[in-house]
């Protein structure tokens, strides 16, 4: 009843005054991290008067939030209170499992920029049943996918849940984040999400256009003392993996393997981390979710290994989605195209040094060793050097040079495949005003290789304004023919592109629509030889609903200019031929649903007219979700496409239920089952993962590939290949 009354006496002093910066104080007396709020607290500087970000923006939350902060010689110390308007409410969470995601998972979350550039901060965040999660936001924080959670680090978290306000109490070390020595402020922010009330509230105030991380508001958090060096900071993460596998396609017998290797985590300053990695293992990295391939081009899946996260704006942020000079899973990784899984080469030791070098530079350098690959190709060494300038408020100059050479002898591997080197090298200038409002990028990048050709470049421009009731973006870049980084990704060579976008926003001050609004874009991409290779233009309209549903559609027009042939069936069947173009109409939409429901869902289509016949595309996922113990859901994917005589029509399934189950907050089974007609295969993944130490696990690993066809119904024929594979992590601080 004591801390009970306390917490409520801290909330309503908290809300009785103006909301300012805060100051973080030091405490002599030893917390404990427990859920319960002690006396000490009443020492601490408050945050509070918390604004609503969604649905509006314009007046204080209407469930009031407020954060409390201290320190001492190991941790910095956070407690949040949080409101209820509803004593029965019950709380949104997907699962117990760490590093949970949505924009209706009731949460309270701290920002830390330790370097005041309003570009770059680590993130803490915590759900009223204490599951935690960490990660890292990069580029100002400029749209949710501008932040990653598969960054781990080592802290402490509670919660208790009352009728009419929960407590969340953090212990963040300070050797788990990255700062420099005699500052004397940081900038943070705190938000936290009302799934219930479905309101997103944050202590320093963003606009609703901008995303909930965004750094361009942050406040200031003061410290009474100049920061210090927190000690001797060395983490070493050994693991011991083994596994069983077969091939059945190719008849050979069983395999066993036994992998050991470590992690070596050094704090060279507060500020600069350098990674060492020998014989590392990516066994238990969750597989991609496999796409009908439709596209002429490359398809792009993100990066998911812990090694290459920390930092990795610094080596992946170089030009754009679409036309990247450095792309880290051209180490070490290949992919598999008849099963659609990703197959590791051996990485023998790998070193990375990134961070800060005072308040305005930033290093980058990578060095990976990579292991012959299958296919006769030799071992090579990826070299990468980054710098990065701070200049004006928020903006940056960045600096990459990227190296792949091999040290063996060209006589032992065929001439077709070797290639002694291939280096690529850029630049980029990051622009973000201090107010958010503008933001954009230039970049050039130059690859050279042993025989150097001409047109070996790649230049872009892009410009984006943003207020709530309007946005806009212009997007130009040229690629030359014989532009060749070979640790990149370059969808598309030989190309002029530009594209524009504008959207008008409205928000209604009532009612259950929380925006909608039009919009106008187009896209157009040539060259000198063949003059327009594509183009399309789109007329959009958008809506969200306050309870967090969102629905957006366009009404396209395209034209599609074929260079080569191309088979828009995806069966191998005959292609259309090179030199001819087609005009299409279609329509893309897709509706997600309130994700605080018990079932939830996202359906989207893409139809109408394509190439020279039709297509009826929908895809999506259905969810149900075990309040708070995971979910069960099932993604889908049907085309349906239609061509004239001689051309293949296809009917191509795409299905993979997923069973996610958290029996605790350290105890988690995922089932990952993929049905894929296009390459006639399906995928079963399991793991089983046992977090029996912080930041240390244990993982059980199943995969199977089997034949499966649909010629004459569903056909299950045999296994392809198989493989169960056992890995054990365990995080040690020095």
Known sequence: MIRHLLALSLLF???????????????????????????????????????????????????????????????????GIMQNLNPDRNYFVPSLRRDFFGQAVDSFTILIDAFQDNTNAFMFGISPFGVRREGLITNGGSSERAFSLD???????????????????MAIPFKSIRFNEDQTEWNINFYRIDSENAEQSTWSP???????????????????????????????????ASGVSKNFQDGTPSESDFNAGFDVKYAVTPGLNLDLTVNPDFSQVEVDRQVTNLDRFEIFFPERRQFFLENADLFADYGNRGTRPFFSRRIGVARDESTGQNIQNAIPVGARLSGKLNDNLRLGFLNMQAGAEEGGLPSYNYSVVSLQQKVFARSNFSFLVVNKQTFENEENYDTDLYNEWNRTIGIDYNHASADNRW??????????????????????LSVEYGVPEWSWRMFSQAVGANFNP????????????????????????????????????????????????????????????????????????????????FDPSGTGGLQLPSGTGYHNNLIIARYNSDNRKAFFYELSTRSGEYFNGTRVNLEGELNFRYQPFGFTGIAFAYNRIRLPDPYNDADLFLVGPRFDFTFTDKLFWTTFVQFNSQIDNLNINSRLQWRFAPVSDFFLVYTDNYLATTDDGFDLGPSRNRALVFKLTYWLNF
Do not use: C
């Open 486 to 565: 070979e640790v990149g990704f370059v969808r598309r060579r030989d190309i002029r592109q530009f594209a524009n976008t504008v959207r008008r926003s409205f928000f209604p001050k009532s009612g259950p629509i929380q925006r909608h609004g039009p919009g106008f874009d187009f896209d157009m991409v040539w060259n000198d030889e063949f003059g327009f290779l594509d183009w399309d233009m789109n007329i959009l309209y958008d809506v969200n609903w306050r309870s967090s549903a969102r629905f957006s559609s366009r009404l396209r027009r395209q034209y599609t200019f074929l260079f080569n042939g």
């Open 13 to 79: 002093f908290a809300l009785g005054t103006k909301a300012q910066d805060i100051t973080i104080k030091r405490t002599n007396t030893p917390i404990v991290i427990d859920g319960d709020i002690d006396e000490i607290w009443n020492t601490a500087d408050s945050a509070y008067n918390f604004m609503q970000f969604f649905p509006m923006d314009t007046s204080l939350a209407e469930s009031s939030t407020v954060a409390k902060i201290l320190y001492d010689d190991q941790n910095i110390y956070v407690l």
């Open 439 to 460: 933001t954009g990028k230039a970049f050039y990048h130059k690859s050279i290789d042993e025989v150097q050709p001409d047109d070996t470049y790649a230049l872009g």
């Open 206 to 240: 963003i606009q609703r256009n901008f995303s909930i991380v965004n750094l361009a508001t942050l406040k200031k958090m003061a410290w009474p003392e100049p920061t210090k060096k927190p000690g001797q900071n060395i983490s070493f993460i050994p693991y011991i």
């Open 151 to 169: 960054w781990d680090n080592i802290w402490r978290g509670e919660t208790k849940m009352y009728g009419d306000h929960w407590v969340a109490e």
